[in-house]
């Protein structure tokens, strides 16, 4: 089967680079800078271009008269040039006024070249496009698209792209419709006919005609349909990129169980350990197993007996206790005689891990003669040095750290199981890393060439998104909490009742109790090059360069910050300790700043997100949100579950700034009605996309562009049963299908 063409958009439409080179006529010059704004867009195949839709349509079918036309409304007016003007005041501009015969309108530019002044002179008839203002002085056009008037309208609407600096929405035109000719003049079929027969033929187009109609829809077209992704048109897109995607999670699960992994039986070649750690932990913990937890131990320790590396997911909700499952498989692996690592995304929530397991199992690990070892990048060279000397040599069986145990010089003796921690806060890169790090040694030199990976999340996972993009992982659900959690009462509060919070947690701090304050920035400084902090969530700058950097820093300064809101707690309540905590704190100051607070010695911890996932202090029982409309639903129910943690009636205030967005309303309405994590994650789904659940957001790539889980589970389902019969059926057109949808992002189908 014939591949599609490669070649780069770039060559000359009917050229190909071979033929050029036979000709002897290269072209070896420089690329414009059009062209290479395409290249930094990823725009580098006929395919690529075939597959950059538009944002949005525009009308040029039609020509409006002016007097016909309402207030912004974005027309298309053919008329004659009566006046032009260039004013210095208030600033320079170029004025430029029309007549079509219905009314007059004045074309105004700020910025003008002589090709303007050329084109826009008295007596000449210019084709207008733009949107129309009216206002007492008459009818006005700002910045509007001109041409010499004359010449045949276009027969369909208009793309208009996502684009870039220097790229031209003229240029782009040109170059997608280019590229969409050589691809569709390549097209070759990959999903056999018996399958697609299987969907309901009213739902989609063929892949011709479905690029063909949304690159140029006819100018009755349904644009609601349209944009909404529901037409036609949009589904054959859909079924060929969830089909890609399913494959790929196919091929993955498969390739992994051709993978030998070292077996963690409790009793290795009969030999049991004199102390069983599984046995003496369930002795020392205060509390015993829920049966879901139950549950999730027993898949897994059924997991971690197979020859077959283990990938599974532990999700659960916030406080469901997912860090004693993961002690549980630990012990499984240490018992078995391997090595187990613990990856968690910040240095809060790893000291965490460390300080609990080490109280949990450290005393039967000495007896044993091992450990377990801490390990961070804000160690100092000497700790650091003896950590990778007990990991290196089998002493540390546990290992608990951040990212710093992907490292190069981190080197394991027998690794058997990796645990990450919280893994969407990791990028796409770092997981993707640990796993190929994760290779060891089996007794007697058998190759083990992937320890098993089990990676939690108290972010529950909706049922799409596991069809979709955790495919190739078994699930394990935590879906009960321990006895003994708290309910948690959620207010949404406006920022002018800010006084009225702070009275309450004076309140709160003189009955014993602690709280929280979660800001979303560090301080008032924008970064000079517009690069938003681990833990502010700004949203990117919204222009290239400086100027995208002073439109964040101007945001920014619009926020109240975590160091003013200290400042302000520490003077409205001076009986009570308020502490500070954020990223850029040195890691002996955070460390010693949450030890405080878990000893009760401070009353108030005024923070950024840095307290998000992990953090446990029962005794504080009110959590304040700062700009909560600027927070994510998932982190915000993250965020939550940091208080209700103990036997005290708790609280979580959500403090926003009016006038909320409609999107910020909605999740502050869903935060109120419901503490079910599993219908928070769901809502969050179809409100954000699944880049927060994924870490996707850290890759750059999002793995689906067409389809939409919300809407297209159908579609999920079919690609589903379709993928294992394509790959045993049709191999050959099942890796041409993953090569043309997904090229080297199917990596990141495995992380």
């Not at 206002?135 to 056009?141: K, V, Y």
């Not at 056999?192 to 690029?211: C, E, T």
């Not at 996932?613 to 504080?620: E, F, I, Q, R, T």
């Not at 940091?642 to 909605?666: D, F, H, I, K």
């Amino acid at each position: 089967m014939a591949r599609v063409a490669r070649r780069s958009p770039l060559s000359p439409k009917g050229s190909s680079n071979a033929s050029s080179e036979a000709a002897g006529k290269v072209d070896r010059s420089p690329p414009s800078a059009a062209a290479r704004a395409l290249q930094k867009m990823g725009l580098r195949t006929d395919w690529d271009l075939a597959l950059h839709l538009p944002l949005r349509y525009e009308d040029h079918t039609r020509l409006t008269a002016l007097a016909d036309a309402r207030d912004r409304q974005a027309i298309q007016f053919e008329a004659m040039v009566v006046a032009v003007e260039v004013s210095q005041r208030p600033r320079r501009q170029l004025r430029v006024t029309v007549d079509d015969g219905t009314d007059r309108c004045v074309l105004r530019f700020m910025v003008f070249y002589p090709s303007h002044q050329a084109t826009l002179v008295v007596g000449a008839r210019v084709r207008v496009r733009g949107d129309l203002h009216v206002s007492i002085w008459g009818l006005e056009m700002v910045h509007p698209s001109f041409t010499p008037a004359g010449g045949p309208l276009p027969q369909t609407l208009t793309p208009v792209y996502p684009a870039t600096a220097g790229l031209p929405q003229a240029y782009l035109r040109k170059a997608v419709a280019s590229g969409l000719h050589r691809a569709l003049q390549h097209w070759t079929e990959t999903v056999p006919d018996d399958f697609l027969r299987k969907i309901d033929a009213q739902r989609f187009y063929g892949m011709a005609s479905s690029l063909l109609f949304l690159h140029n829809p006819p100018a009755d077209a349904d644009l609601v349909a349209l944009q909404d992704r529901h037409h036609p048109a949009w589904g054959r897109l859909k079924v060929d990129e969830l089909l890609a995607q399913q494959l790929a999670q196919c091929l993955s699960r498969r390739e992994r169980d051709r993978l030998c992994a070292p077996v963690l039986a409790a009793a290795p070649d009969g030999h049991a350990p004199s102390v069983s750690l599984m046995q003496d932990f369930l002795k020392v913990l205060p509390f015993g197993l829920t049966a879901a937890q139950q549950r999730a131990v027993a898949e897994i320790q059924n997991d971690l007996a197979r020859t077959r590396p283990m990938h599974r997911l532990l999700q659960g909700d916030v406080g469901a206790g997912k860090t004693v499952v993961a002690a549980l498989a630990a012990c499984v692996c240490m018992d078995a005689g391997w090595q187990c690592a613990l990856m968690a995304p910040t240095e809060i929530l790893a000291n965490q891990h460390f300080t609990k397991l080490v109280g949990w199992l450290g005393p039967v690990l000495a007896a044993r003669g091992q450990s377990v070892a801490w390990l961070t990048g804000s160690q100092k060279k000497k700790d650091r040095t003896e950590m990778l000397a007990r990991i290196a040599s089998g002493q540390a069986a546990l290992v608990v750290g951040t990212h710093a145990l992907i490292q190069e010089q981190v080197q394991f003796a027998r690794l058997g199981l990796a645990v990450i921690d919280e893994q969407h806060r990791f990028g796409v890169a770092q997981r993707l890393a640990l796993r190929d790090k994760l290779a060891g040694h089996g007794p007697a030199g058998t190759l083990a060439r992937e320890p098993h990976l089990l990676m939690m999340t108290a972010t529950p996972i909706p049922r799409t998104l596991a069809m979709s993009y955790y495919a190739d992982l078994d699930v394990s659900t935590l879906d009960e909490l321990p006895p003994g959690r708290t309910p948690v009462v959620t207010r949404v509060v406006s920022d002018e009742r800010r006084d009225d919070v702070i009275g309450r947690i004076a309140a709160q701090v003189a009955n014993g109790r602690q709280v929280y304050w979660v800001c979303p920035l560090i301080d008032e400084q924008a970064d000079p090059d517009g690069e938003a902090h681990a833990d502010s969530l700004l949203p990117a700058p919204s222009g290239p360069g400086k100027a995208g950097a002073r439109a964040a820093g101007r945001e920014a300064l619009a926020l109240r910050n975590v160091t003013a809101t200290h400042a302000e707690l520490s003077a409205a309540l001076p009986d009570v300790r308020v502490a500070l905590l954020h990223s850029r704190l040195p890691a002996t100051d955070k460390q010693q700043v949450m030890e405080a607070f878990a000893k009760g010695e401070t009353g108030v911890l005024v923070s950024t997100t840095v307290i998000e996932v992990g953090v446990d202090v029962p005794n504080a029982s009110l959590m304040v949100i700062e700009h909560a409309e600027r927070f994510g639903l998932s982190q915000l129910h993250q965020l939550r579950g940091r208080v209700g943690r103990g036997a005290a009636a708790s609280a979580c205030v959500l403090l926003y700034s009016p006038p909320l967005s409609p999107t910020g309303r909605e999740r502050l309405k869903a935060m109120a009605r419901t503490a079910d994590g599993f219908e928070i994650a769901r809502i969050d789904l179809a409100l954000r996309g699944p880049g927060e659940f994924l870490g996707a957001r850290q890759s750059g790539d999002a793995m689906l562009r067409f389809a939409d889980l919300s809407s297209d589970e159908d579609l999920l389902e079919w690609a589903r049963a379709v993928a294992p019969a394509m790959l045993d059926d049709y191999p050959d057109e099942a890796r041409l299908h993953m090569d043309r949808w997904l090229g080297n992002r199917s990596d990141f189908l495995k992380a």
